[in-house]
């Protein structure tokens, strides 16, 4: 498998066994970013849901056959057309209406200075994935529907060797002579 594969896969697992205190996972759909908060009128997701993508990576050679990047991963929290939250809506109301903050910061909690080789079963990448670092968050405006949205880009760096050609062996067989004279 590819490496960009690995990562999603870790991804997804982590992610999903996010959970509360009392079991609930944090994100009832965790998957990649295919554009599916863009389908009108109903997304097919399940709210909370984040969302992300492999996006871009930069790559510098560090020889013939080996490179290290930088790649980005960039993460939208969707959630349920928000409620109000201004001064005249009561507080247990308000509190519930900005909650994708916090579910903003589990996520950056749970991946800031994590890395992918830390899900069991993907070890091998700690060797070649460095941990995540936060880069910036933001909120999309979508005034056509509502749906909150809060994005966050992350970081990390990769040190690909998949391209180096090992050498072949040569299967060499012997015999043995068992006659003394």
Known sequence: MSINTLIYLSLIEYISNLKDTNGNAYFRTVNQDLGQLEIAPKPPVSFPCCLFDLDTAEWQTQGAEAQ??????VFRLGFTPF??????TPADYRAKAVAYYDYEEILFKALQGWC????TGYEP???????????????????????RVRGIHFQTTIDDYSAIKLPTLIQAT???NESFE
Do not use: C, H, Y
Request: overall charge negative.
């Open 68 to 73: 290290k990047g930088v790649l980005n991963i």
């Open 83 to 88: 409620s109000n939250s201004d001064n005249l």
């Open 116 to 119: 992918p080789g830390d899900v």
């Open 125 to 147: 990448l700690q060797d070649i994935v460095g941990s995540l670092m936060r880069i910036r968050s933001w909120t999309e405006r979508r005034p056509e529907d509502f749906i």
């Open 174 to 176: 012997a015999a043995i």
